[in-house]
Nanobody, 120 residues
């Protein structure tokens, strides 16, 4: 079993910054891609940013130039630096990891979610 523990959410004024962290632990052989998703009330969960084990990144158009995803493979941790936050960034943010639990088996795991609220 693998656990993803997120931290760093909170309340911030528009234009401010937050940094989210997500640490994976448990039965991990290796981790492929890791990513951050968000879900606002009444909306579907959407991809915010993702990063491969080699460091290649992908961002939603709405966050390009404002958010930066990074990871520390030695710590099995992924980060999301969020700058120039806008009220429309308000959502529950979820971490996701594509984990090889053995050399032959891959499983997808989700964190519990962390609330980000941006006030105008």
């Amino acid at each position: 079993q693998v656990q993803l523990v997120e931290s760093g959410g909170g309340l911030v004024q528009a234009g401010g910054s937050l940094r989210l962290s997500c640490a994976a632990s448990g039965s991990i052989f290796s981790i492929n891609a890791m990513g951050w998703y968000r879900q606002a009330p009444g909306k579907q969960r959407e991809l915010v940013a993702s990063i491969t084990s080699g460091g290649s990144t992908n961002y939603a158009d709405s966050v390009k130039g404002r958010f930066t995803i990074s990871r520390d493979n030695a710590k099995n941790t992924v980060y999301l630096q969020m700058n120039s936050l806008k009220p429309e960034d308000t959502a529950v943010y979820y971490c996701n990891a594509d984990v090889k639990v053995t050399i032959w088996r891959r499983e997808s795991y989700w964190g519990q979610g962390t609330q980000v609220t941006v006030s105008s």
